[in-house]
């Protein structure tokens, strides 16, 4: 099965997000590695294990993650990213600026204000 294109892949939820970006820039991980990292990257983090499991089990159905058997365990599971960051990044952009930008310039040069004032002001709560 040739993989999929950037454009068919599905949008995630930010839960899923947040996974997804956990195992792109810390992978593989497995799901206690997972958990540990989201709770590393917002100490406020709240979720067990089996929501975890979800998160991540969705991410493997929607073509972003795969799944292989841990090295000689019969039952866990290392995962890791099936797509480039980058593409997944670009298709959850292309999400928020249908849906919040709607092709207006006035918009766009309010969001890139925003953005350029998020990224240059110092924060606790970036990754």
């Keep these: 099965m040739p993989p999929r294109r950037r454009l068919d892949l599905p949008y995630l939820a930010p839960s899923e997000w947040q996974v997804f970006y956990v195992l792109s820039k810390r992978g593989p991980l497995t799901i206690r590695d997972i958990g540990a990292e989201l709770v590393r990257m917002k100490p406020d983090f709240e979720a067990g294990y089996t929501t975890i499991l979800s998160y991540v089990q969705r991410l493997v159905r929607k ?41 207006d310039a006035e918009n766009l040069d309010t969001l890139r204000r925003i953005v350029e004032d998020h990224v240059l002001a110092p924060s606790t709560t970036k990754p």
């Design 63 to 103: 073509g972003y993650v795969r799944q292989q058997r841990l090295p000689g365990s019969t039952t866990a599971h290392l995962y890791r990213t099936k797509v480039p960051f980058e593409f997944a990044l670009s298709r959850q952009v292309e999400r928020f600026l249908a849906e919040f930008i709607f092709d």
